[in-house]
């Protein structure tokens, strides 16, 4: 691995030269972080996103993780879900249950899937007023800053479009600042019909993980993580938008999503 300090502040990049070695670090660190939070509140949130990233959370389930870490503190919440059904293909629940959930002795009543039997506005509303009452007893921590749920970690994936969560390139949900959690029902990805954090909740984290590998993401990668001109619009590339506010943003690259880093951020590509 090769890491280095990206150019915002509070944030690093991570460059590996295989998935493996990826997934095999990822492991490390979510473990680390649920030992931190377990010492320090009692409990480890978590909120994560669908696609790549499950399987690459893979090592958290074998040796030594699966006997180490404190599962049974761990409060798992989506940072996005597709509007399908849970057992459909396309449902992020679906794959967290078939890849890790399933595998990991979580408590089935820490586990805040997003309701699939009402509408997407419906969903959201309820999803958000489930966070509200966590944060106000605490199991979800509350930002200093503002009165956003201040989660452990949110762990990322990105389109090579540079979408994170269900937050797409020029969406007007980039712009949202009171609300938690909100729907979109024209996903330029299908399925159409998507529910996501929002942008203040994100950067309210005290963990944030981009996870990224693929040639097809490195371009997004470079324009995330390098300098910007004056100019550089950054609704065109919601990646770039992931700053955390008090927290600390960690990008886990393989070498090929790393390959077109600047080299002035220290990316060794
Ligand atoms: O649609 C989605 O895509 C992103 C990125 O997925 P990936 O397979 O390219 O890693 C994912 O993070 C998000 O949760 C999901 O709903």
């Known amino acids: 691995m090769s890491a280095c300090s990206g150019p915002k502040i509070k944030s690093e990049l991570r460059v590996f030269e295989s998935a493996d ?4 670090d990822l492991a490390e660190y979510i473990s680390q972080l ?3 939070s377990v010492k320090e509140r009692g409990c480890f949130t978590i909120a994560l996103s669908g696609g790549s990233l ?23 919440f989506w940072a996005d879900e597709r509007a399908v059904a849970k057992n459909h293909i396309d449902s ?5 249950k078939d890849l890790f959930l399933s595998k990991v002795p979580i408590l089935n009543s820490h586990v805040f899937s997003i309701n699939d039997n009402v509408t997407v506005e419906e969903a959201a509303a309820e999803y958000e007023f489930t966070i509200r009452q966590l944060v106000k007893i605490r199991t979800v921590g509350v930002s ?11 762990l990322l994936g990105m389109g090579p479009d540079g979408h994170v969560a269900s937050l797409f390139p020029h969406h007007p949900a980039l712009e ?8 979109i029902t024209d996903s330029p990805k299908p399925p159409p019909e998507r529910i996501t954090f929002t942008l203040p909740v994100i950067n309210s984290a005290s963990n ?14 470079h324009l995330a993580t390098a300098g910007a001109g004056e100019n550089f619009d950054a609704s065109s590339l919601p990646a770039r938008m992931v700053q955390p506010t008090d927290g600390k943003l960690v990008w886990f690259l393989d070498s090929t999503a790393a390959s077109v880093l600047d080299v002035s951020n220290g990316g060794s590509g």
Do not use: Q
């Open 144 to 154: 200093e800053s503002n009165d956003c749920p201040k989660f452990d970690l949110i």
């Open 34 to 36: 649920s030992e931190n």
């Open 208 to 221: 944030v993980a981009m996870v990224a590998v693929g040639e097809e993401k490195a371009m997004a990668v």
């Open 21 to 24: 070695e990826l997934a095999t």
């Open 92 to 96: 992020n629940h679906k794959l967290t």
């Open 54 to 76: 499950i399987s690459l959370m893979r090592k958290l389930c074998e040796a030594p993780y699966d006997k180490t870490v404190d599962w049974t503190k761990w409060f798992v």
């Open 176 to 183: 949202l600042k009171e609300e938690w959690v909100t729907y």
